[in-house]
């Protein structure tokens, strides 16, 4: 249930604000209304860490680079959570 759980996100960034334009900061205000927390550490990588040990409920990263994509799968598959990316299934 999103009211009750831990959101980590690094949303939105400067990359994100050029690509969102006004836009990106209503989006953030949606995610902000729709999670009882949200915490934003700066970091793809550690924010999947902590979903994977149980200390998130979800991390939500745009515009993420690669290596924090492989970082994901290391982290969240063994750990029997999930990854999904926009746009796809994983």
Same mark, same amino acid.
């Given at each position: 249930?999103?009211?009750?759980?831990?959101?980590?996100?690094?949303?939105?960034?400067?990359?994100?604000?050029?690509? !969102?334009?006004?836009? #990106?900061?209503?989006?953030? $205000?949606?995610? /902000?209304?729709?999670?009882?927390? *949200?915490?934003? %550490?700066?970091?793809?990588?550690?924010?999947?860490?902590?979903?994977?040990?149980?200390?998130? !409920?979800?991390?939500? #990263?745009?515009?993420?680079? $690669?290596?924090? /994509?492989?970082a994901a799968w290391l *982290?969240?598959? %063994?750990?029997?959570?999930?990854?999904?990316?926009?746009?796809?299934?994983?």
């Open positions: 249930m999103e009211s009750r759980g831990l959101l980590i996100t690094g949303y939105p960034n400067a990359r994100d604000t050029r690509t !969102d334009g006004p836009d #990106g900061l209503a989006h953030f $205000g949606e995610l /902000v209304a729709g999670y009882s927390n *949200l915490h934003r %550490p700066g970091s793809a990588a550690l924010s999947m860490a902590h979903v994977a040990a149980g200390w998130a !409920d979800a991390a939500l #990263g745009t515009l993420v680079s $690669g290596w924090d /994509v492989c *982290l969240l598959i %063994p750990a029997g959570d999930h990854y999904h990316p926009f746009g796809g299934t994983g």
